[in-house]
DNA sequence: AGAGACCACTGGTCAGACCAGTTTCTGTAA
DNA sequence: TTACAGAAACTGGTCTGACCAGTGGTCTCT
């Protein structure tokens, strides 16, 4: 076995067996591999893996401590990378929706660049289904036909980058409201920008497809924003409440 | 804050975040080592770490692969690995750049219009990093001047996204080679954009800060481009090359 | 075709140097 | 004498280059 987990095991059981206490500084790294006739990499590795671990906390300067946590109750892991960002924060809906106009317009671009006649079919397929749904009872196909767009962009990165937005977006309790509730005149306009996005993308034309998927992305936006300022306490709720325990914010 | 633990966290990310599936074989520490410009004993004491937090497994002669037993992989990061888009598709790294320059644009575009006293303090000080040193020998002041852009725009969507990118390019070869061996005549050209980024921003000017933000991962990419086809084999090689499940080898 | 030597990887260990924070001691100035 | 600045002696952090030890592919000789 090597060497370094042996250095590890025999710090923990150390610790563990109650021979070191929480707070209590373990030797330097220069006696500890003194003492155990080891190299001090070999004594840096086993500390790292124990401070993976949670056992102990390294200070520059000062040296090693057995942690106040005690190892087994590993709470902090399971921060979720994306979702803390949202603790308490609408805002971010916006952002991400600044995010996705840029993307959104990129991937008309592109579409309208490289669709080939397979992407002109989905595409098709897609906004006929579209035209022929009441948005109201179902959002599904607006999925649909942007999803083929941003297929047809034939760019892998772009569709995982704005699949996983999209995701986020599902998150938020503004996301689903505002589908399910557009206004007529808002619906009126929605459709049209469909349709010029539609009409550009099959005619080649990338720099007007992205102005349209743009302005398209702007404008459910600026809805989403007069429908909040309108009034209804509901879409301020989060959806994911009960999981922002910690206060405390790491910026930068 | 120490390296290595910046390095266990990127690698961390890059795992969480769905980049790498479970039982994948991650590159070896001396390719680590290389690609993220430091020692390999950093690698070695980040790998040591995620290896005490379970996150991956080390056999001796072959490699460390990422545990089958991901912590904290409950949501939805199941949705697909996004590495093995990688696999024998050294296109896909300007697939990447592509969304890239989009998003850097409007990195660039909001920093000039959001920037704060802060921000610009930040960003002249990584820009005076950027100009005394030389990037041959260092490439983090580059990173650190981008990066305090990007996190100037105030959209912790757009960082987020921008930093998974970051973090993908590094698992090409491509990039690091790019990285470190421009052309003298390029390298100017780069110095200038910086400076003209760095001016535009400073200066407030949205769109010019846009514009020159995108032609500067363009002509990157484009660079990049060149040198593939100029020659060096070793550009060509993927970083992660054959996944356990598929048996099919594409030596080119 | 099979067996074995070899070579090119992989991680594991070592040694020694130097950098970077922290604490302590010390010599000098007030 | 005290107060403070600075040197020294710790601490961990990083780098370098070397060598050992498993693994797996390739090449050669039988």
Partial sequence: MAISREVSYRLERLILDGGLAPEQKIPSERQLAARLRVSRSVIREALHELQGRGVIETRHGKGSFVSTMVPG???????GPLMHLFEGHPRT???LLEVREQLEGQA??????????????R????????????PLSNARPDHGFHQAIVEASHNPI????LNSLKN??????????ANLNPRAEKRKKIVQQHRQLYEAIMAGR?????KVAMAHVRFVSESMRDMESEGSELIRIPVLPETARNPHHISG
Same sequence: chains 1, 2.
């Fill in 158 to 161: 772009l569709v995982h980058v």
């Fill in 73 to 79: 109750s590993d709470d902090l892991r399971e921060q």
């Fill in 206 to 210: 990338p720099a007007s497809a992205q």
């Fill in 123 to 134: 595409i098709t397929k897609a906004y006929r289904a579209l035209e022929e749904t009441d």
């Fill in 93 to 95: 809906l916006y952002d």
């Fill in 108 to 121: 008309a671009f592109l579409a309208a660049k490289r669709a080939t006649s397979l992407d002109h079919h």
């Fill in 168 to 177: 986020m977006m599902l998150m938020t309790v503004q996301a689903s409201v």
